[in-house]
């Protein structure tokens, strides 16, 4: 496909049938879709990934999204969830069997080692986590029944970067499976699958929808390997609703426009931190002295709107400056129109693993902020006001 960004996310689903001509795809807000025969009704019953049968098997809202989200990921298909989190319990639960070995990193999304360390044990399955800055930690851990490598770049909340490439082909050496979290990235900024992994997903509660209006998850790939993961989806039900698969569709119609400025936002905002004495650190991948810039640049066009910084004065700075912000909103999520902002060590305690705790994503004056599409000048001075007054 030749068109740029914008084009495919406004026309990545033109292969897709059209009802009545409407430009606007109608919402089929139905659970279940009557057959002509029985003869149709057996085919549409045992038709994998179709849209005809029974919603939670698919429904048209949902092909016509998934149509748009395989094609900006260069994948051959996608299938949509729930959630984010809907997508990757379901891809594990499809892909391990008792005695195999999943390889994941040491920052995540909180879930993601949640599901590993908490739920996946009690079906025989073990994991190592690893230093997803270090390749070789990742060579060090793969072991014959390794099935999965898990891989999240940039991660949340400090935005470290793992080395696509080298790590899906490591993973491809070992006969594993490399799925990415490409949520906070989006495929406007970087394509995992063609840096060799074999799996993309996304929570598109974030950037995907964009709006902070609805739950989703997307996952991406080949189709004969979304067809065996499509057969666990049907089991576990993770369903999205045709009303949210619609409106997934329209947010993602913007997501190129809206990523130009939430990079663009990203990247003022950071260097704006950076000169602030109150600042200790600032994380950010576009910034040159970011540990993983050099990989992020060869990985990505724009390092989206996610910064995180430390804040010298610890946890009571953190929470003066969260309160002084005026433009942000302090609620969990990120990847919106607005500008969110939250604070983990007030947030993540009760979701994070034990061992994580200790983590410097952990740190009392840490926060992570998710530029919105504000305009730049507007955040850059709402947060320079808020940092001027600790
Ligand atoms: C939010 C998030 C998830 C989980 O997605 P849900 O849609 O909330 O289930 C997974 N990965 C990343 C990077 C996220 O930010």
Partial sequence: MSDGWNSRAVHGDAQVPRTAGAVSPPIV????????????????????????????????????????????????AATVFASGMAAITTTVLALVRA???V??????????????????PKFGVTCTQVDQTDVRAF??????????????????????????????????DSDALTVADNTFATPVNSRPLALGADLVWHSATKYLGGHSD????VLAGPAA?????????????????????????RGIRTLPLRMRQHNANGLA???????????ANVYYPGLPDHPGHATAAAQMDGYGGVVSLEL????????????????????????????LVVHPATMWQAILHADQVEDAAMSPGLIRLSAGIEDTADLVADVTRSLDAL
Avoid at 109 to 114: F, I, K, Q, R
Avoid at 142 to 165: F, H, M
Avoid at 214 to 217: D, F, K, T, V, W
Avoid at 322 to 328: C, E, K, N, P, T
Wanted: no cysteine; charged share 20%; net charge neutral.
């Fill in 29 to 76: 807000q139905t659970s279940t879709f009557a057959a002509d025969s029985a003869r149709e009704f057996a085919d549409l019953a045992l038709e994998k990934r179709g849209s005809g049968f029974y919603t939670r098997y698919g429904n048209p809202n949902h092909a016509q999204v998934a149509a748009v989200l395989a094609d900006l990921e260069g994948a051959e």
């Fill in 99 to 101: 005695g195999d070995h």
């Fill in 103 to 120: 390889v994941l990193q040491r920052r995540h999304y909180g879930g993601v080692p949640s599901l590993l360390l908490n739920l996946l």
């Fill in 139 to 172: 060579a060090a851990a793969l072991r014959p029944r390794t099935r999965l490598v898990l891989v999240e770049s940039p991660s949340n909340p400090l935005l470290d970067i793992t080395d696509l490439r080298a790590v899906s082909a490591l993973a491809r």
């Fill in 214 to 217: 609805l739950s989703a998850g």
């Fill in 225 to 249: 390997l979304l067809d065996r993961i499509w057969d666990t989806a049907v089991i576990t039900g993770a369903v999205l609703g045709p009303f949210d698969a619609w409106l997934l569709l």
């Fill in 269 to 279: 905002l950071a260097h704006a931190m950076r000169a602030h004495p109150a600042v």
């Fill in 312 to 339: 010298a004065g610890g946890y009571p700075a953190a929470e003066r400056f969260v309160d002084g912000l005026r433009l942000a909103r302090r609620a969990a999520s990120l990847g919106s129109v607005e500008t």
